[in-house]
């Protein structure tokens, strides 16, 4: 067994050659219709919204894409969410709901833009809303972390009754380099602060955060790819069957007891 | 002899420069205006600047004592500790450090009181405990505080100043923004009525949260208030960012306050909102 280290994985989950959700959505469904707009301004293209099939089960998806050249990472914005990505998603989040269409998101970003735009148009409460809207879902909700998941711009399409992560994927409060920054004021600390940061797939189903590990196998890529694609479709099917025949307050009250009971603490002596 | 006293004095206002509200000698120079101002007159003014008018960043229990009613308040007790996920070096220490210099223990007090005379279930944050950072305690003590508003019927105040979500405790810290979202949540089923107060700094992970979703979303005047920061915001596009970007008028302006309030009247404002969801 080949252990890679924090940093390879990160630099792995960076990697422009790595696929992309589109790459996902496109292998994974047998049919997929991209839909646009946040309704309000703009269609942000850092997140792709849509409807897709898996035989007769119909799927909204809502999903982070970087660019797969360079002129597309210019258009995606690097897959870096403005706040009308999230309201674009919201949109979707809602019509799910409407029309009991189980959602599934994939999550790809070194986080929400920093920008004076962004920070005009609320990035802030624009993730809240989206992690609000997602948490009142009353269908089932699988979020999956397929390359870089920073910060509260990857949360904000995070709220699953199930979050699944691929092997070589990361999860993180922030970039190893903004942490590095932050704790230690040394952005040049990255790879250090990766490994004590816990974002592997491992670290965080040793954290309860992710539910499962989906398993890369090491060799020629495009058949990992291919065997990837396959797994993850099996686990969505399984899962919706899963939650066939679920009352719709079950289905939300199963997400909210997941993240409600992320945390570590301990609890004090009685004689305190 | 003023001057005297005054250079006499620079380095106690320089260990205040940090704005925390903890007596560290018995003068404070205000950061804006430099006006170097007797402690206790500071108190008496609400930690707002009598030359200036320039607000001081509030400790939990000044915050307390100028919002809930005397007596009234009883804080929530929930026997959690703070722990080191992460097996950072120094990070219990710190704690510990900062419990001694505050007198507080963690980033957040959450419990019951009285806003003139109205019940309320209300949290502060406190920007001197590693910048309000939100861990996995104060991200349980809002949630279980929320929670406690929804069983009792009562309306949810809490008073925001953070960094964001604490770096020390990683991923965990992260997930503290969906679990308070997912409370925020139910207290919307439940009609609850939550009022935000943003103050300054309030950023990050708790900007991208529970703070910015209230039904009403207050803050105090020249409060900053954003997602990124400045800093990261700056490097990123290349350019300085324009005037009074960030600030609470700049969120009112845009969209994301429904009032900005001067701190004397934060608590009188308060109890007439929670009158209007009164009787309803």
Same mark, same amino acid.
């Given at each position: 067994m080949n252990k890679k280290t924090a940093w390879e994985k990160v630099e792995i989950a960076r990697s422009p050659k790595r696929k992309t959700a589109l790459d996902y959505i496109e292998k994974i469904f047998d049919e997929f219709i991209e839909l646009h707009g946040d309704r309000n301004c703009k269609d942000d293209k850092a997140i792709v919204c849509g409807l897709a099939k898996i035989g007769n089960q119909n799927f909204t998806v809502i999903a982070e894409q970087k660019g797969r050249t360079t002129k597309e990472n210019i258009e995606r914005n690097f897959g870096m969410p403005n706040p009308e990505s999230y309201r674009k998603a919201i949109r979707f989040m809602k019509q799910a709901d409407k029309f009991n269409r189980p959602v599934i998101t994939f999550i790809d970003t070194k986080g929400a833009y920093p920008g004076i735009e962004a920070e005009e148009k609320g990035q802030g409460e624009a993730i809240a809303s989206s992690m609000l809207e997602m948490s009142k879902l009353k269908v089932p909700v699988i979020a999956i972390v397929i390359g870089e998941g920073s910060s509260g711009g990857a949360l904000a399409i995070g709220i699953g009754n199930r979050v699944l992560m691929l092997e070589n994927a990361i999860y993180s409060i922030l970039s190893p380099e903004g942490y590095a920054s932050i704790?230690?004021?040394? &952005? &040049?600390r990255a790879k250090e602060a990766a490994e004590k940061m816990r974002l592997t797939a491992q670290d965080l189903y040793d954290l309860k955060v992710i539910d499962k590990i989906i398993k890369e196998p090491s060799g020629d890529e495009e058949e990992s790819f291919f065997k990837v694609s396959n797994s993850l479709k099996r686990e969505i099917k399984a899962i919706i069957l899963e939650f066939k025949g679920w009352n719709k307050e079950d289905i939300c009250e199963n997400r909210y007891q997941k993240f409600r009971n992320i945390g570590e603490y301990k609890k004090l002596e009685e004689s305190l | 002899m003023i001057v005297d006293k005054m250079k006499k004095r620079a380095p106690t206002a320089k260990i205040i420069k940090n704005n925390v509200d903890i007596p560290i000698g018995k003068w404070v120079k205000c950061a804006k205006c430099n006006e170097i101002i007797y402690k206790e007159i500071l108190r008496e003014n609400f930690n707002i600047c009598p030359s200036c008018g320039a607000y001081f960043r509030m400790h939990i229990n000044k915050r307390l004592e100028t919002v809930i009613d005397e007596g009234t308040y009883e804080k929530f007790d929930l026997g959690i500790d703070t722990v080191n996920p992460l097996n950072l070096e120094g990070y219990e220490e710190k704690i510990k450090a900062l419990r001694n210099k505050t007198g507080i223990q963690e980033a957040v007090s959450s419990g019951r009181g009285k806003i003139n005379g109205e019940d309320v279930i209300i949290c502060v944050m406190d920007s001197g405990f590693l910048m309000g950072s939100m861990g996995s305690v104060v991200g349980e003590k809002i949630a279980y505080s929320m929670e406690k508003a929804i069983e009792l019927n009562l309306p949810f105040i809490i008073f925001c100043t953070s960094g964001g979500a604490r770096m020390q405790e990683g991923i965990i810290s992260l997930m503290q923004m969906a679990k308070t979202t997912a409370a925020v949540s139910k207290m919307n089923d439940a009609g609850i009525l939550y009022i935000s107060v943003l103050t300054d700094p309030t950023y990050g992970g708790v900007t991208a949260s529970f703070a910015t979703i209230a039904d009403i979303v207050l803050a105090e005047p020249g409060a900053m208030i954003g997602f990124a920061g400045q800093r990261v915001i700056s490097q990123t596009i290349g350019e300085s960012l324009p005037e009074g970007f960030q600030t609470a008028e700049f969120l009112l302006e845009h969209g994301f306050v429904d009032k900005i309030v001067e701190r004397k009247e934060l608590k009188d404002t308060l109890s007439k909102l929670i009158k209007y969801h009164k009787n309803n």
């Open positions: 704790l230690w004021k040394d &952005s &040049s | -």
